[in-house]
């Protein structure tokens, strides 16, 4: 959970002078985005889509808070700082087994599966949750939020979209800036962030984007032929731009680079 996404598919390389690289074939993701960008969509693709609209429809928050609204005063909250550290409470609270079995259930890990993850947590000489498996450990903390929260009445459930928007913070682990306009991210991701990661309002991003824009625009011509990865490697060292307030604080020193 350092922020380094975990590539699938990398190959090693012997070259010819020595010494061994690592080949990344181009995933089939990066494929599936360039045919999406230029309005081709397969059929499997148009039939998963047709399939997530229908799922979207069928959502009702509502059953999540008839599940979750009858919780024990002593799991009362006021804020959504305060569910997340019941969350950490009820999961941490009873051991790690306990907190495993808990995971396991409430994120449908397939039955085949159990015995297999249980056998290599003894094997790993039963460790903390979070140590044994730390991203689930992060997927299981916003999930168990997402849901008592409407259970609590802190987040709405009259609208069935939060459901999945709630998703998108399964990326936050891998980013340094999340930025979002949605009403939920900007009450939830807060609660997730690293020491070196931050939330920015999208519209903020968006005019500074702009700004950004016209200032480089501006540059003269002898150093826009230079390419933009050279003049535009770092944001502007003058200037009052976000990104470079944002550099600030998570690049200490990059002024100087």
Sequence with gaps: ???????????????????????????????????????????????????????????????????????????????????????????????????????????????????????????KGRPPFKDFAPYSHYVFRVEACFDMAIGMGLVPARDSKNFIDIMYAYYLPFCEVFASTDKL??????????????????TDIKSDAVKLRTYYESLPAEVKNSGSLRYASLPPKNGDFLVAKIFDELHLGWREW
Excluded: C
């Design 1 to 123: 959970m350092d922020g380094w996404i975990v590539l699938d598919g990398v190959q090693p390389v012997r070259q010819q002078a020595g010494g061994t690289m690592m080949f990344l074939p181009e995933p089939p993701e990066i494929e599936a985005l360039r045919r999406l960008a230029q309005g081709e969509f397969l059929d499997r693709e148009k039939e998963g889509a047709a399939l997530l609209r229908k799922f979207i429809a069928d959502v009702d928050l509502r059953q999540i808070r008839e599940i979750f609204e009858p919780t024990p005063e002593r799991y009362q909250a006021k804020n959504l700082n305060e569910v997340l550290a019941i969350v950490d409470k009820i999961l941490d609270g009873r051991g790690p087994y306990d907190a495993l079995r808990r995971a396991i259930d409430y994120l449908h890990i397939p039955k085949r599966y159990r015995p297999q993850i249980v056998r290599q947590w003894k094997l």
């Design 185 to 202: 991210h900007r009450q939830m991701i807060p609660l997730f962030l690293r020491d070196n990661q931050r939330f920015v309002w999208g």
